[in-house]
């Protein structure tokens, strides 16, 4: 088996001139991060490729046999296999070679010595996408991973189509890949045409607002008004007016008609937002145009009638309000229809990195330059919880992005606007597990070996530089370079 490296895992890491080193930027389009599954019995030929592929802004996933591998394809969905064709326990390539058909879901890279070249090629009559002979050049390998990538997802987009499973273009804004959005989407797809009314709960911040949007959008209304009225943050006293609108010489001041907001939103939608902040005069009023569909402008005598869609948002509890005396149950039973509920995002916690892609392409749309998150930074994002839901991630990203330097948001900016920084969440911290597949001398080498070679990456291979961050003297820097034939590898030059 080769443990032939790729001579460009450090000099990968660019660093603009005059600027510290700083963690690898995240490309945007990674944020859909693509998942490849390595499988290669080398523990050092993984943990290097498992580098590689990650500042690529893959996800990888790691098997050293054939029944990790399946262990693995069980769990996760993959787009991708990297397949070493010399695997434990026989060593013997046509063994893993009778895998290939049963891997092929996704694209099955083999990953070959020279001498099995023409066993990549049987390989690739059995369903394989491509080999690639070791020693690897990444530069070939980046390519060939991204373009197999793409043919895959372009294969499932393909295959949804197919289902009829895209109905939902209009509703671009939502975004979210959980079952609990696809719920709702599907939920959105179904109620819009119809014109039952819609109550729409969630705690703060978790979309409300856009799916009200959205059900206007995909409905025969689209083409009339949305009209949004926030129930609490126009006084009472004023509510009923802004609602039914007033005639000239209702009250002092009114001193020519005016159209109200039921009005505005005639052959639209109507959404009533913190529906349980009305006050309880104005929700008998309320009641009243519900059921009648019609109302007098204050001031008025004319009867004014409607044809609106209402859709009520809250965060509120109403069945509790209605309990305390605070919201009528008849309203409240005359909004409801059917209500749809925004999860919590830390419910739903893998709609994270297509938030973050989302909000940032966004970002760089509004601001004409483009933003980027570090590895770690990105890693902190997806880690940490979000009690204040999609908003503040919203809000959050905002800011760091706005502090960002070259475009690219550190751990650093991060913490720089006091957010709680979790030093597990700084790349740089190895992470290493005890799963009984390598021993524990195994472990302190690879260890080693990534400490080194993140030394190294940091101060762009300057070997006293590193030896000062690892509190080695430069000798015995050099040392632990031959010890583990580093330079040989690849990993030093
Ligand atoms: N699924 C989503 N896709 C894209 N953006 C979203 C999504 N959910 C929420 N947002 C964004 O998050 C922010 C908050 O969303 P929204 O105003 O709809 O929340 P809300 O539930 O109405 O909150 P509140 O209860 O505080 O009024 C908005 O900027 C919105 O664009
Ligand atoms: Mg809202």
Redesign the pocket.
């Known amino acids: 088996m080769s443990s032939t490296f790729f001579d460009s895992t450090l000099s990968s890491v660019t660093q603009p001139d005059g600027v510290a080193p700083q963690s690898p930027a995240m490309p945007l389009e990674s944020f859909q991060r693509s998942r490849v599954l390595l499988v290669d019995d080398e523990p050092a030929f993984r943990l290097l490729a498992e580098r590689f592929l990650t500042q690529q802004g893959h996800q990888v996933l790691l098997a050293a046999d054939l029944t990790q591998a399946r262990q693995q394809l069980a769990q996760h969905a993959v787009d991708l296999v990297l397949l070493d064709l010399s695997l434990p326990p026989s060593f013997n390539p046509e063994d893993t070679l009778a895998a290939v058909p049963e891997l092929a879901g996704q694209p099955v890279i083999i990953l070959t010595g020279h001498a099995e070249r023409e066993l990549a090629l049987g390989a690739i009559s059995l369903g394989a996408y491509d080999f690639l002979a070791k020693p690897i050049d990444p530069d070939l390998l980046a390519v060939v991973v991204k373009r197999a990538v793409s043919k895959h997802r372009l294969e499932q987009e393909l295959k949804q189509l197919k289902r009829g499973a895209t109905a939902s273009q209009g509703l671009a804004?939502?975004?979210?890949v959980s079952s609990l959005?696809a719920n709702i989407r599907t939920l959105i797809e179904r109620i819009a045409p119809t014109d039952v009314r819609v109550l729409v709960t969630?705690?703060?911040?978790?979309?409300?607002?856009?799916?009200s949007r959205a059900l206007h959008q995909l409905s025969h209304r689209a083409s009339g008004p949305f009209v949004s009225v926030h129930c609490g943050a126009i006084p009472a006293e004023l509510l009923e007016s802004e609602l039914f609108g007033y005639v000239r010489g209702a009250f002092t001041g009114a001193d020519k008609d005016r159209q109200g907001l039921l009005s505005m939103a005639d052959g639209g939608t109507l959404f009533l937002?913190?529906i349980g902040e009305m006050p309880l005069p104005m929700q008998v009023k309320l009641l009243r145009v519900l059921q009648e569909g019609s109302f007098y402008p204050v001031g008025g005598r004319e009867q004014k009638h409607i044809n609106v869609r209402v859709v009520s948002?809250t965060?509120a509890q109403l069945p509790e309000l209605v309990r305390q005396g605070r919201f009528r149950e008849d309203l409240y039973y005359r909004i409801k229809g059917i209500t749809l509920e925004?999860p919590a995002l830390d419910d739903r916690r893998e709609?994270i990195p297509l938030?973050i892609q989302?909000f940032l392409a966004q970002l760089g749309e509004k601001t004409k330059q483009p933003v980027q998150l570090s590895t770690p930074a990105l890693q902190w994002f997806l880690q940490r919880s979000w009690p204040g839901n999609?908003?503040e991630l919203?809000n959050t990203l905002e800011s760091v992005a706005a502090i960002a330097r070259h475009g690219v948001v550190q751990l650093a900016d991060i913490q720089l606007l006091q957010f709680d920084v979790d030093s597990s969440a700084d790349d740089s911290a190895p992470q290493v597990t005890v799963d009984g597949s390598s021993s524990l001398e195994e472990q302190v080498r690879l260890l080693e070996i990534r400490l080194l070679s993140d030394a190294l990456t940091q101060s762009q291979g300057n070997r006293s530089q590193a030896a000062r961050l690892l509190g080695l003297s430069r000798q015995g820097l050099l040392k632990k370079i031959e010890r583990y034939g580093l330079t040989q590898q690849g990993l030093v030059d």
């Open positions: 804004p939502l975004v979210g959005m969630g705690p703060s911040g978790t979309g409300k607002e856009v799916v937002d913190e948002a965060n925004t709609d938030l989302h999609v908003r919203r």
